[in-house]
């Protein structure tokens, strides 16, 4: 069982259009990361948030915290065939411990 | 590149066989993380060690261990294995604790037991 629910599981989408990617949990994390994993390489981090709220952007993708620290989205405008890969939410709890979710699959096509 | 090693890439063995997993993290850093990732399960967090010292444990099965030595390269090592263990097992080094450090990631063990 995932603590972190991650939606949808896959998604395919045109050069060009924009994307949103949902993690949702039911556990309150003290800060939230996301990553992105390409094929044959470990996840690199994106980004982590801290703060309920917290809106960070980075270039094309902005990143979302919810209120409760429970959720959290990544939202990527105009996505590009660069931005194809496995998206990762991982909640970080008290203990450091990192709880990923099982992750969307995103295919941008040309 | 992240600048954590594993070796080796690719592992191939059998049932009932122990294997062991290397890892060098990041010069510098003095957390190892130790992740599990198969299709099923997805990306499970295994064990931490932070300078030496055992310091989380998460979903890591009796059958498996791990240590980090003085030079604080980590070994993973899985014993009595079944084919349910194929996976890519992953280590991530940081400089503290994660949350507060971003932790790097290195480029897998791909682990197929037959």
């Known amino acids: 069982t995932q603590l972190l629910e991650q939606s949808p599981q896959f998604l395919s989408i045109q050069e060009g259009e924009n994307l949103t990617v949902y993690c949702n949990s039911s556990?309150?994390?003290?800060?939230l990361q996301w990553y992105r994993q390409e094929p044959g390489e470990g996840p690199v981090l994106l980004v982590t948030?801290?703060?309920?709220?917290e809106v960070k952007k980075l270039k094309r993708l902005t990143f979302q915290f919810g209120d409760a620290r429970k959720d959290s989205s990544l939202h990527i405008t105009a996505a590009q065939p660069g931005d194809t890969g496995l998206y990762l939410c991982?909640?970080?709890?008290?203990?450091?411990?990192?709880?990923f979710g099982a992750g969307t699959t995103v295919t941008v096509r040309a | 590149d992240s600048g954590v090693t594993q070796t080796p890439k690719h592992l191939i063995t059998a049932t009932g066989q122990r294997v062991t997993l290397r890892c060098s993290p990041r010069?510098?850093?003095?957390?190892v993380y130790w992740y599990q990732q198969s299709l099923d399960q997805g990306l499970q967090f295994l064990i931490q060690?932070?300078?030496?010292?055992?310091?989380a444990k998460g979903n890591i099965l009796e059958r498996f261990s791990a240590q980090q030595f003085p030079d604080l390269h980590s070994e993973l090592n899985l014993s009595s294995l079944e084919l349910g263990d194929s996976a890519l097992y992953f280590c991530?080094?940081?400089?503290?604790?994660?949350?507060?450090?971003?932790?790097?990631f290195g480029p897998g063990t791909r682990l197929t037991v037959l």
């Open positions: 010069s510098g850093d003095l957390s």
């Open positions: 556990s309150v994390f003290s800060s």
């Open positions: 991530a080094s940081s400089p503290g604790l994660a949350g507060v450090n971003e932790q790097f």
């Open positions: 948030v801290v703060t309920g709220g």
């Open positions: 060690y932070y300078n030496g010292e055992e310091r």
């Open positions: 991982a909640g970080v709890s008290n203990d450091y411990k990192l709880s």
